[in-house]
């Protein structure tokens, strides 16, 4: 299994991000696909869901500035983050929650 994030960076507050993560080694499209997010001093924590028929979950402190979506052909997860805050700060993962495999994830900057 294989998940790479990518589409971090650095962001003023009320910017915008698109995370990806295409995945591999798995049937992708069968599998319920989540954001995590981890930051500094802080454990990691879950941002969004999406299962494999497209219903999707959110936290609350994310709930009506991101959106998660799916592409099952190109095996790619994406998170839309809009009005950025500084405490959106952090390192980003996606895992199938099933699963336990991780990528490198990607770092997301918001300055104040």
């Known amino acids: 299994v294989q998940l790479v994030e990518s589409g971090g960076g650095l962001v003023q507050a009320g910017g915008s991000l698109r995370l990806s993560c295409t995945a591999s080694g798995f049937i992708f499209s069968t599998y319920r696909m989540a954001w995590y997010r981890q930051a500094p001093g802080k454990q990691r924590e879950l941002v969004a869901s999406i299962t494999s028929a497209g219903s999707t979950n959110y936290a609350d402190s994310v709930k009506g500035r991101f959106t998660i979506s799916r592409d099952n052909a190109k095996n790619t997860v994406y998170l839309q983050m809009n009005s950025l805050k500084p405490e959106d700060t952090a390192v980003y993962y996606c895992?199938?929650?099933?699963?336990?495999?991780w990528g490198k994830g990607t770092l997301v900057t918001v300055s104040s």
């Open positions: 895992n199938p929650p099933s699963m336990d495999y």
